[in-house]
């Protein structure tokens, strides 16, 4: 595949998450409407109209009703298909893992260390190596042989007489034996070729090569390699015209003049220091130097010892983090996670816990079951994941999720809940305890789905209520329009995130009711008060119906 793609299996989660949470919410509504409409009892009644009107409302409403329960539940298939795609995508990439793994270590099993075979040595002198040795080859060879240059005096090979193969090792040589035995050294016109520029070489550097395959060679410019020339016959030199090879030309075979290799050595000069090495060491060819800087360069500095790479670096899980939630799980029966991760700041977790164990012992009817720290969608500072039990039809809130990001970071969370209460958004009060008041939010949801999310569509009908008790007798005698513009005013107490484009948004004017009496208790508004009333009865088993609200407004 040309192109990559990238999944987030936590926020694909977390929308599986939502998608059931809006499932749920839809199967409440779809009961509400069962409810409610098999309370009519047929209202349109029997007569000719009614029945004229129960021929297309019945059938259509049926036909509705069963569009709405498919959609439930394609939407719930759904959201658990997106729960298995992160689960395999995260299944996929941890085999993937393993197989590089396991390659990895194979491939590092299998490989050894390149190893050249043990090159064949001259009879006459350790570290001259035949040409030619079976599983031996050098790329470079053909690069570094440079043909020896011929004297004047030399005749051309004869053609008559073929050339000696290069890989022909040559006789031994007495006289350079003796001469190695007594400990005598090459001259210093000799040592000198050893360091500098080969005989017969006229361009190539020994630095320019591979040192490793100059020793193999027997001497940086040695030739090597069934492509090299044979040496040229020597010939003996006519009477009164005496050849000596020369600084700047080859001895016969490749070997350097006045050399221990060459097949007559001559007297090492008067005054040449005797040979140092021990017997049997190895040529000065095959000797490692060790490297120096050049003359004139700067010195080396010697590099400072680079850091350890410590692991360990970085935040640590707080214990009193650790302590909080086994606090949360011993008292309230929660199961607990994220609590632990690195950095999470301690008085976000504390701020939490507060809010839990101010608010869930006073409402039993809160069936929460979890509580989680962990990545949520983006913009998204904290939700529940409501669930229903199929058997029983009991509803209930698995997790409440608060975001790992704002427990990271609560400076930028303040903030943000700042700059939301500060535009009137979220209810007063909420930007004194971010934390504490975004807990309380949500469970209040909670509440709304113990009550099986009935307290939404009787949200108008009790705000109305509460307002015309509070009327005096004269201005209930003002006209629909007075009463109406009274009303509004009255309700628009509430803070901004209870409406949408003007109209009541019931699901967030419950809990952000119930926020403000947790937060304010007396404190609060008439209208919080009276939808806190109804999330409250409507959440208790034995009183369902909400319908005794507006008792129990200051």
């Excluded at 009991?394 to 409440?400: D, K």
């Excluded at 609560?410 to 500060?422: C, G, H, L, Q, R």
Aim: net charge negative; with cysteine.
């Amino acid at each position: 595949m040309a192109d990559e793609l990238r999944i987030d299996p936590v926020w694909l989660r977390s929308q599986a998450q939502a998608l059931t949470a809006i499932g749920d919410e839809a199967a409440g509504t779809h009961s509400w409407l069962t409810s409610a409409l098999a309370a009519t009892d047929r209202s349109w009644g029997e007569d000719d109209p009614g029945q004229a009107f129960a021929e297309n409302y019945v059938g259509e409403n049926e036909q509705v009703m069963r569009n709405l329960q498919d959609l439930i539940q394609q939407e719930r298939e759904f959201s658990r298909s997106v729960a298995e795609a992160a689960d395999a995508f995260e299944t996929g990439d941890a085999e993937i893992a393993d197989e590089v793994t396991r390659a990895d270590e194979e491939s590092t099993r299998q490989s050894r260390p390149l190893s050249w075979p043990r090159p064949l040595s001259w009879p006459g002198g350790a570290g001259q190596t035949v040409a030619g040795t079976p599983g031996y080859a050098d790329p470079g060879a053909a690069d570094r042989s440079v043909s020896p240059a011929v004297s004047p005096s030399m005749p051309a090979e004869s053609p008559s007489v073929p050339a000696a193969p290069a890989a022909s090792v040559p006789q031994a040589n007495p006289a350079a034996d003796a001469a190695r035995q007594a400990g005598s050294q090459p001259p210093p016109a000799s040592r000198a070729s050893d360091s500098g520029n080969p005989v017969g070489n006229s361009g190539t550097q020994p630095g320019a090569a591979n040192p490793a395959a100059d020793r193999r060679n027997g001497g940086p410019g040695r030739s090597v390699g069934p492509t090299q020339p044979a040496y040229p016959k020597w010939t003996a030199p006519k009477p009164g015209n005496p050849v000596a090879p020369g600084p700047q030309q080859a001895a016969p075979g490749g070997s350097r003049p006045n050399s221990p290799w060459s097949s007559l050595a001559p007297p090492a000069a008067s005054g040449t220091p005797p040979n140092a090495a021990p017997r049997g060491a190895a040529p000065p060819a095959q000797q490692q130097v060790p490297q120096q800087a050049p003359p004139g360069a700067p010195p080396r500095r010697a590099e400072p010892p680079k850091p350890k790479d410590d692991k360990d670096t970085g935040p640590k899980p707080s214990a009193a983090n650790a302590k909080v939630a086994r606090a949360l799980a011993q008292r309230h029966g929660l199961a607990v996670k994220g609590f632990d991760g690195p950095g999470l700041d301690e008085h976000t977790v504390a701020e939490i816990a507060a809010a839990i164990e101010d608010v869930k012992p006073k409402y039993p009817q809160i069936d929460l079951r979890g509580i989680a720290i962990e990545q949520t969608i983006p913009g998204t500072w904290s939700r529940i994941v409501p669930s229903r039990d199929d058997a029983t039809g009991h509803r209930y809130v698995s997790w409440l999720v608060f975001s790992k990001d704002a427990a990271l970071n609560p400076v930028d969370f303040a903030e943000t809940i700042s700059a939301a209460t500060a535009s009137g958004h979220l209810v007063r009060g909420s930007d004194e305890r971010p934390v504490y008041s975004s807990i309380i939010r949500e469970l209040g949801a909670c509440l709304d789905v113990a009550g099986d999310f009935a307290a939404r569509a009787r949200g108008q009908r009790a705000l109305i209520a509460e307002h015309w008790s509070t009327l005096a007798p004269a201005r209930r005698q003002d006209t629909l329009a007075v009463v109406v513009s009274s009303y509004k005013a009255w309700r628009n107490q509430l803070c901004g995130s209870c409406f949408q484009r003007g109209q009541l948004a019931p699901e967030r004017a419950l809990i952000e009711a119930f926020t403000e009496v947790e937060l304010h208790a007396a404190g609060a508004v008439a209208p919080a008060w009276a939808l806190r009333e109804l999330l409250v009865h409507a959440s208790r088993p034995e009183d369902p119906s909400g319908e005794s609200v507006a008792q129990s407004t200051p």
